[in-house]
């Protein structure tokens, strides 16, 4: 069983950054690839991108490539998610989950945080 807990989130204007960190305990963490989602009000989870169990690739959807870096220091138990150039759109409840493969499918994911808000004001 793997506990994942996130912080780092709050309010920020447009245009400025933010780094998300994930910390886990109770699991060997370095096993797992770890993905970020999001979720806004009304709006469906939407991934956010994922970084491999040893942090040597990752992938992102193309709409946030460019912007939002993920990495992950397995010493650590640490995974991270790097967000420049915020903009209101952004703004959501992120996520980071644990999972045996790289996906970009939250079903595939099994292991989940309690979430942190993430506002970004114009």
């Known amino acids: 069983q793997v506990q994942l807990v996130e912080s780092g ?9 933010l780094r998300l960190s994930c910390a886990a ?3 060997t963490f370095s096993s797992y690839a770890m993905g970020w ?8 989870r939407e991934f ?3 970084v491999s169990a040893r942090g040597r690739s990752a992938f ?10 993920i990495s992950r ?8 998610l790097q967000m420049n150039s ?15 493969s790289m996906s970009y499918s ?15 004001s114009s």
């Not at 939250?106 to 970004?120: L, S």
């Open 86 to 100: 915020l903009k209101p759109e952004d703004t959501a409840v992120y996520y980071c989950a644990a999972s045996g």
């Open 106 to 120: 939250w079903r595939t994911y099994d292991y989940w945080g309690q979430g942190i808000q993430v506002t970004v």
């Open 37 to 44: 989602f999001r979720q806004a009000p009304g709006k469906e």
């Open 48 to 50: 956010v991108g994922v």
């Open 25 to 27: 305990s109770g699991g």
């Open 60 to 69: 992102y959807p193309e709409s946030l490539k460019g912007r939002f870096t």
């Open 9 to 17: 989130g709050g309010l920020v204007q447009a245009g400025g950054s």
């Open 73 to 80: 220091d397995n010493a650590k138990n640490t995974v991270y």
